[in-house]
């Protein structure tokens, strides 16, 4: 007497996100950049200047440059985020956010332990910036 071996059902072939889940992720983001190019501008004489001087920088002009330097750097990456969806804004985004990230941690390492959450909450955006790096690039090379 044979015994029948019980196979569970193959898994679904895996699927990338639907096309208006990017979208949402991709205006999140849009909001994010956006949004901090504004407050940057905003509270750059109060907030910025502050945590500059808190790092050691001195020089009020250097201290402006970095500020408004990473106000429009945020200011354009949201635009192209916005303006040029794809997998060349999510990449660009990305690398753009590590290097500021990386910037912060050299300057300000402290902000790891801010209990907002000030440069851990990079952590999902880079992850959302993946997904839409590749969800993007899925999509591009199955377009007409």
């Given at each position: 007497?044979?015994?029948?071996?019980?196979?569970?059902?193959?898994?679904?072939?895996?699927?990338?996100?639907?096309?208006?889940?990017?979208?949402?992720?991709?205006?999140?983001?849009?909001?994010?950049?956006?949004?901090?190019?504004?407050?940057?501008?905003?509270?750059?004489?109060?907030?910025?200047?502050?945590?500059?001087?808190?790092?050691?920088?001195?020089?009020?002009?250097?201290?402006?440059?970095?500020?408004?330097?990473?106000?429009?750097?945020?200011?354009?990456?949201g635009?192209?985020?916005w303006?040029?969806p794809?997998?060349?804004?999510?990449?660009?985004?990305?690398?753009?956010?590590?290097?500021?990230?990386?910037?912060?941690?050299?300057?300000?390492?402290?902000?790891?332990?801010?209990?907002?959450?000030?440069?851990?909450?990079?952590?999902?955006?880079?992850?959302?910036?993946v997904?839409?790096?590749?969800?993007?690039?899925?999509?591009?090379?199955?377009?007409?």
């Open positions: 007497m044979t015994q029948s071996v019980h196979r569970p059902a193959p898994l679904p072939a895996p699927t990338g996100p639907t096309a208006s889940f990017v979208r949402l992720l991709r205006a999140s983001l849009v909001a994010v950049w956006l949004g901090t190019a504004v407050v940057s501008a905003i509270t750059h004489r109060t907030q910025g200047d502050a945590l500059l001087r808190q790092a050691g920088l001195t020089d009020n002009a250097w201290i402006q440059a970095l500020i408004w330097g990473g106000a429009a750097a945020d200011l354009l990456m635009i192209a985020l303006r040029w794809g997998r060349y804004s999510a990449w660009a985004a990305l690398g753009l956010m590590g290097v500021m990230t990386l910037t912060a941690t050299v300057l300000l390492p402290h902000l790891w332990l801010d209990p907002l959450g000030s440069l851990l909450k990079n952590l999902p955006i880079a992850a959302i910036l997904v839409l790096g590749t969800s993007s690039a899925r999509t591009e090379e199955t377009a007409p």
